[in-house]
């Protein structure tokens, strides 16, 4: 028994709280249920990188949102051990698998390395077998730093870098609640290149690849990837920096893949969300005041979407809706249209020009950054006692 409080080293969350990623998890739950339904959405879906974020939400979407999907999530995550409580994501899978199977839903849980060819092949096992024959629906929502090269296994490493020069400015530093300063020197052509394989398309299309010749996409099959763009002044360290290298693939990658599910009627699309707090977005150097500043503004104007949010509005109004897919003129769901609106922008740039060291807590909406970290992790929830022990041995006990 022990009293689990949250360590952070960084931005790099070092414990989780079962019970609080639980609430977490039912608050989503009970938003989406409350919502407008998704009208002829997906019966059978395959989410790679189901456990957190983005993939999370768009699996309690689809299962509790009107379309009562039966759902394959695919995470690596870490159980609870004598090191430690193990991963936040950990706990989500279990929790969504109870929640979906309490009301008569499919939740099959793999956890292991998305990128190895033997869990790929458990899957389409498993959908052969086990899970109807087909899927019609796959989201890619994998977000990583390593990543084996699938003919050599060397590890492929990612680098968030500027391209050609180098950027300096101010990042927030969670465990010390301060902004600190810090230059980021440009990425070298290996980094690059390593970081388009890491974290652009390559992966998308293998294991669209994979399923389609194993036969086990449905007639129709939808497939989606996320990803971000940004203002122009966020442009050096993302949108012009390698992370944007990575996305501009995944983007072409997205045509590549509707070319080859045409004789199935597919297709594949793209999403561009806006900026929030995800376990990926923190490790973003320079991003964290921006989002700060347009939390402060968005909230403001009643338009600040959370990741649940987000997806419900993806899924009924740009994905599902009764004018079809909605698209911009390069073939993106554009989600981050509220995000990009000028008078947005032009409020955040204002306040980031006025932000310091000294006054960015009282300038930028920092508080809700912060609780969206925290919440991540199972803190900061109204309706949890963080005061009470937990039974670490029962919940070794849990699987997802």
Same mark, same amino acid.
């Given at each position: 028994?022990?009293?689990?409080?949250?360590?952070?080293?960084? !931005?790099?969350?070092?414990?989780?709280?079962?019970?609080?990623?639980?609430?977490?998890?039912?608050?989503?739950?009970?938003?989406?249920?409350?919502?407008?339904?998704?009208?002829?959405?997906?019966?059978? !879906?395959?989410?790679?990188?189901?456990?957190?974020?983005?993939?999370?939400?768009?699996?309690?979407?689809?299962?509790?949102?009107?379309?009562?999907?039966?759902?394959?999530?695919?995470?690596?995550?870490?159980?609870?051990?004598?090191?430690?409580?193990?991963?936040?994501?950990?706990?989500?899978?279990?929790?969504?698998?109870?929640?979906?199977?309490?009301?008569?839903?499919?939740?099959?849980?793999?956890?292991?390395?998305?990128?190895?060819?033997?869990?790929?092949?458990?899957?389409?096992?498993?959908?052969?077998?086990?899970?109807?024959?087909?899927?019609?629906? !796959?989201?890619?929502?994998?977000?990583?730093?390593?990543?084996? +090269?699938?003919?050599?296994?060397?590890?492929?490493?990612?680098?968030?870098?500027?391209?050609?020069?180098?950027?300096?400015?101010?990042?927030?530093? %969670?465990?010390?609640?301060?902004?600190?300063?810090?230059?980021?020197?440009?990425?070298?052509?290996?980094?690059?290149?390593?970081?388009?394989?890491?974290?652009?398309?390559?992966?998308?299309?293998?294991?669209?690849?994979?399923?389609?010749?194993?036969?086990?996409?449905?007639?129709?099959?939808?497939?989606?990837?996320?990803?971000?763009?940004?203002?122009?002044?966020?442009?050096?360290?993302?949108?012009?920096?390698? %992370?944007?290298?990575?996305?501009?693939?995944?983007?072409?990658?997205?045509?590549?893949?509707?070319?080859?599910?045409?004789?199935?009627?597919?297709?594949?699309?793209?999403?561009?969300?806006?900026?929030?707090?995800?376990?990926?977005?923190?490790?973003?150097?320079?991003?964290?005041?921006?989002?700060?500043?347009?939390?402060?503004?968005?909230?403001?104007?009643?338009?600040?979407?959370?990741?649940?949010?987000?997806?419900?509005?993806? %899924?009924?109004?740009? %994905?599902?809706?009764?004018?079809? !897919?909605?698209?911009?003129?390069?073939?993106?769901?554009?989600?981050?249209?509220?995000?990009?609106?000028?008078?947005?922008?032009?409020?955040?740039?204002?306040?980031?020009?006025?932000?310091?060291?000294?006054?960015?807590?009282?300038?930028?909406?920092?508080?809700?950054?912060?609780? +969206?970290?925290?919440?991540?992790?199972?803190?900061?929830?109204?309706?949890?006692?963080?005061?009470?022990?937990?039974?670490?041995?029962?919940?070794?006990?849990?699987?997802?």
């Amino acid at each position: 028994m022990m009293i689990i409080e949250s360590k952070i080293d960084g !931005v790099v969350a070092r414990t989780c709280h079962p019970f609080g990623c639980k609430k977490a998890l039912d608050d989503q739950i009970s938003y989406i249920k409350a919502a407008t339904p998704i009208v002829d959405g997906p019966k059978k !879906v395959l989410i790679l990188g189901a456990s957190s974020g983005y993939g999370l939400a768009s699996r309690i979407a689809l299962a509790f949102g009107g379309s009562r999907a039966d759902t394959i999530g695919v995470s690596f995550e870490r159980p609870p051990s004598e090191k430690g409580v193990g991963t936040a994501g950990w706990y989500n899978n279990i929790f969504f698998r109870e929640a979906a199977e309490r009301e008569g839903m499919t939740a099959k849980n793999f956890v292991g390395d998305a990128f190895s060819p033997t869990l790929r092949q458990d899957v389409i096992r498993y959908i052969q077998e086990e899970f109807g024959g087909s899927v019609d629906m !796959v989201i890619y929502s994998l977000a990583t730093g390593v990543r084996p +090269d699938p003919e050599t296994g060397e590890k492929l490493r990612s680098v968030i870098k500027p391209i050609g020069k180098g950027v300096s400015g101010a990042t927030i530093n %969670l465990e010390h609640d301060r902004l600190d300063e810090i230059t980021l020197s440009p990425a070298s052509e290996q980094e690059v290149a390593d970081t388009v394989r890491v974290m652009g398309g390559e992966d998308w299309q293998d294991w669209i690849g994979a399923l389609n010749s194993a036969g086990v996409l449905a007639k129709g099959c939808e497939t989606l990837a996320y990803s971000y763009v940004g203002p122009s002044f966020t442009y050096d360290i993302y949108h012009d920096g390698t %992370l944007g290298r990575a996305k501009d693939h995944l983007h072409a990658s997205a045509e590549t893949l509707t070319r080859k599910l045409r004789p199935i009627g597919g297709h594949a699309h793209v999403a561009v969300c806006k900026a929030l707090v995800t376990k990926a977005s923190v490790f973003i150097p320079t991003f964290s005041p921006y989002i700060c500043a347009l939390f402060k503004v968005m909230k403001a104007k009643e338009l600040h979407e959370g990741c649940i949010e987000q997806m419900h509005r993806l %899924l009924v109004e740009k %994905l599902y809706s009764e004018a079809g !897919v909605v698209t911009d003129e390069d073939h993106l769901i554009r989600l981050d249209d509220w995000e990009l609106r000028p008078d947005v922008q032009a409020e955040v740039a204002d306040i980031l020009d006025k932000v310091t060291s000294e006054n960015f807590k009282n300038l930028t909406d920092y508080a809700g950054f912060k609780h +969206d970290f925290m919440a991540l992790n199972g803190f900061d929830l109204q309706g949890v006692d963080y005061t009470a022990d937990v039974d670490i041995t029962a919940l070794t006990a849990l699987r997802p």
